[in-house]
């Protein structure tokens, strides 16, 4: 007796092996075996990825880019592409380019192997872009096509912790003749990764030293290998019982910072890595370096062994207490009275019988250079003053003199100002010694006498940079140096590069910094800002949030779990956060549940493991319109699709793949829809390409199912097609008016068609093909999971669809015939509606039915009916 059972939806994606047993299940009727290069509609539906359209070349073949969005508004959007050193800009319509016709390109710190770890936020026109080991960055749209990479100017902050040994002094003394550094090795310390069946192959400086004898990693061997290699050039290596130590020679310790220890670990030292680390040494500085004196620079003197060359670029805030200061004395015609130092509060007293005027002067920068802050203009037989004021409320230090104009007589005069305590600010400029640095000043050190009331910059080579950036209520926000890992700052409110406080008492737009206490040190990877400021660290959840506006004083700080997450950056899915667990294989969201008044979460992966087993989440992006996918891209170049609608419980999963490897993938809106942007590793370098609009034109000629595709589209038949020089020497799919013709060999940058078109489109080809699972049958006695069965037919609902191969075998499958009643040589085009196929197979335990297509046009399968 036959038996017809129906799939009508695929919305459970591509399910891990492990659970496809679970016939029990309600959702089972809708899981699929395998869904290769096809992606699943919130309807239920699945269709085969568009192909992706070539939009220019990394400027590297050999070494790794990623793709940033850049969002300005609904009609202005670009993609940035970071490699080494680099910075190039993309549109929809292609590559900005410069009036010569080359790249249009801005200089940047990254390497290539940083650039993944950019953090990056937006906030109006500008770019903000942190890594733990550069200073933050910005990047601005100055006007159409024009663009400016700086350092973020910060000032007045953030700081460490005030220093509590009384012990430990530092002063500011004149810096009056350039004197030269010490030598200090560059170092580097870290514990290596031990893999029991990975091989390893270590490089230094680009020099190969090490090929292990066997699987996994002998340190002692390691380092023995490397000061034979290395010891006469000055460098040792030491074994700390499985952390390694390498310094360099002392003299150029300098010129040392920043070359590589490389260790590769491949499954057999003939093929290529699987996973590269590299280790850079750092802090060293050259002996005898002169460092120049000039305007504005002191230096900075410990009575401890205590600076490094890792200190240059930081800053030191010194406290001074400064009592109260009272000067007295007489003007006549235009003369000036001495000075005195302020915190901002005066009181200005005179005496005497003169006429004329007065003036309080105020200098902000020592004396150089006065201001007008008030007049005092008396008449004869007027009262003399008894006035007090206040200068601006900042943090600044003045100094504050008495000046007269056109005088009659001598006017006696009164000048106090009220105690104050002044926190100057110094950036290091330059190492010296252990104890000497030479700085200059951000704002005003009080006195040069020793204090121990100092404190060291939060953000240096020494310390490291934030790892993370967002904008929480105005505030700029940045977290997780390697030094203060737990550690969040937050700027003045609508201040965004102040870090500042106010001298007396906290004002609720003073900069705030908040450390996250938790069990064990886990530093900060990740923010999402969605109501509350949700924070990611290695080893838990945090939310913070405030009581109305953020202030100093109201911050609510609440550990929501301890899963932890990896340093892929977290996106948002309307009101939810999706973020890729510690360890890199898991991607949960993470929300607010009015029921249970928590955060709470689910893992979004619990059904596809497979698809993450021994991998790790590279990269997340969230392509809103119009099918609600999250795309994923792993570190083995695999590209994933989750169709996520929370609100209908859909969560299914999808792969891809291409000929070549996924690097790096963002999202930007265009009118309509949301353009997927990839970076892509193929055979002759590296590709940012863009994943074409499924279905912008239903004409069978306009369909784009090519990867790292060229189009031309003319009104002039052409039978030579260029623009294809990234494809040089490797085969390609043909697209022409709408028919696919046999593939060619790229030569010279172009193919010849074999007759005259008007539209064609050439790319990579690739499968999609989509499996199904064993029907869930029950017998009047009982289930049918273990006996033999055979599918007679299938009945395929189609939309807007064309080709395709159906079949119960892999190498077996028939192809679906559409051609009706279309003239002979025209394209056939696409088709909405069912097709009913017998099927040829064998009895088994597990039948599937397999669609797959191999050529580049759209297929849409809304059902499947088997028999």
């Keep these: 007796m036959g038996v017809h059972c129906l799939q009508a939806s695929f919305s459970g994606g591509e399910v891990s092996p492990s659970v496809q047993a679970r016939i029990d299940s309600p959702a089972y009727s809708s899981w699929l075996k395998t869904a290769r290069n096809f992606f699943v509609h919130p309807q239920g539906g699945a269709s085969n990825r568009t192909g992706t359209v070539f939009m220019g070349q990394a400027k590297y073949a050999d070494k790794p880019c990623r793709v940033i969005p850049f969002v300005l508004g609904e009609n202005e959007s670009y993609v940035l592409e970071f490699g080494e050193k680099y910075l190039r800009i993309y549109t929809p319509g292609g590559q900005l380019l410069t009036a010569d016709g080359t790249p249009y390109e801005l200089a940047t710190p990254y390497l290539a192997g940083e650039v993944a770890q950019i953090n990056y936020a937006q906030y109006d026109q500008t770019l903000f872009l942190v890594h733990s080991n550069y200073p933050p960055k910005q990047l601005t749209r100055l006007t159409d096509g024009t663009f400016e990479l700086k350092e973020v100017p910060l000032k007045y902050g953030p700081f460490m912790l005030s220093n509590t040994d009384e012990s430990k002094k530092l002063r500011l003394i004149p810096y009056n003749e350039a004197a030269s550094s010490d030598g200090v090795k560059a170092t580097l310390t870290f514990q290596p990764i031990i893999y029991p069946n990975l091989a390893v192959l270590g490089y230094f400086n680009n020099v190969w030293f090490y090929s292990g004898k066997d699987y996994g990693l002998d340190i002692a061997a390691l380092v023995s290998a490397f000061n034979q290699e290395f010891g006469a050039q000055g460098f040792c290596a030491v074994n700390l019982g499985g952390i390694i130590k390498i310094e360099s020679p002392q003299a150029t310790g300098g010129a040392c910072n920043g070359l590589q220890l490389v260790l590769e670990y491949r499954n057999s030292f003939t093929r290529p890595a699987v996973l590269t680390v590299a280790q850079t040494l750092s802090g060293g500085a050259n002996k005898g370096e002169l460092i120049p004196s000039g305007e504005n620079k002191f230096l900075l003197e410990s009575d401890f062994d205590f600076f490094q060359p890792g200190h240059a670029g930081g800053k030191f805030a010194l406290t001074h207490a400064v009592e109260s200061q009272y000067l007295t004395g007489t003007l006549g015609y235009q003369s000036v009275s001495k000075t005195l130092k302020s915190g901002g509060s005066w009181q200005l007293r005179t005496s005497g019988v003169w006429t004329g005027q007065l003036v309080l002067e105020k200098s902000a920068d020592g004396g150089k250079t006065w201001k007008k802050v008030k007049y005092f203009s008396r008449a004869d037989g007027e009262e003399n003053f008894n006035a007090l004021g206040h200068l601006e409320d900042t943090a600044d230090m003045y100094y504050l003199r008495v000046s007269s104009g056109t005088l009659s007589g001598e006017a006696g005069f009164e000048l106090q100002a009220d105690a104050f305590i002044q926190e100057g600010i110094v950036t290091v400029e330059g190492y010296l010694n252990a104890r000497q640095a030479v700085v200059r000043t951000e704002r005003q050190v009080a006195f040069p006498d020793w204090t121990d009331d100092w404190a060291e910059g939060s953000f240096s080579p020494l310390s490291g940079y934030p790892a993370c950036v967002f904008f929480y209520q105005d505030r700029l926000g940045l977290a997780g140096t390697r030094r203060e890992a737990q550690t969040v700052w937050f700027s003045k409110t609508g201040a965004h590069c102040d870090f500042g406080h106010s001298r007396d008492n906290l004002a609720a737009n003073d900069a705030i910094s908040v450390n996250l206490s938790g069990k064990k040190l886990n530093a900060i990877h ?64 993470l929300f607010y549940d009015y029921n ?30 119009p099918d609600n996918l999250v795309w994923c891209v792993l570190d083995d170049g695999t590209a994933l699709t989750l169709t996520y609608l929370p609100e209908q419980n859909l969560c299914a999963w999808t792969r891809h793949d291409t000929q070549g490897l996924f690097k790096s993938v963002c999202c930007v809106p265009n009118r309509g829809y949301d353009e997927v942007w990839f970076v892509v590793a193929r055979q002759n370098g590296y590709f940012v390409e863009r994943l074409a609009r499924r279905l912008a034109s239903k004409e069978p000629q306009d369909q784009v199912f090519l990867d790292a595709s060229v189009s031309l589209k003319s009104e002039t038949p052409f039978t030579r097609l260029g623009g294809l020089s990234h494809l040089e020497g490797l085969c390609v799919g043909i697209l022409a008016d709408g028919n696919v013709l046999s593939p060619q060999v790229v030569k010279n940058g172009e193919i010849t068609l074999p007759r005259a078109v008007t539209c064609a489109h050439a790319g990579l080809l690739f499968t999609a093909e989509l499996a199904t699972l064993p029907p869930a049958l029950v017998y009047a006695d009982g289930t049918a999971a273990d006996r033999k069965k055979r599918f007679s037919g299938v009945s395929v609902k189609l939309l807007d669809s064309r080709g395709g191969q159906i079949g119960t075998d892999e190498t077996h499958l028939t192809e679906l015939l559409q051609r009706t009643d279309e003239p002979f040589n025209a394209p056939i085009a696409l088709k909405t509606g069912d097709y009913v196929m017998s099927l040829s197979g064998s009895h088994t335990l597990s039948p599937s039915v397999i669609f797959r297509q191999t050529d580049p046009l759209p297929v849409t399968l809304l059902s499947l009916i088997t028999r």
């Design 596 to 625: 249970t008044a928590a955060y709470i979460g689910n893992d979004l992966t619990l059904l596809a493991k497979h698809l993450f087993f021994n991998r790790e989440v590279a990269e997340l992006c969230y392509q809103q319109e």
């Design 526 to 589: 990740g923010a999402a800002v969605c109501g509350r400021l949700m924070l990611f660290t290695a080893g838990s959840e945090w939310t913070l949030s405030s009581s109305g506006a953020l202030t100093p004083t109201n911050i609510q700080v609440a550990q929501q779990g301890e899963r932890g997450a990896s340093r892929t950056a977290p996106i948002l899915v309307g009101n939810r956060a999706l973020f890729v667990q510690a360890r890199g294989g898991c991607v949960r969201d």
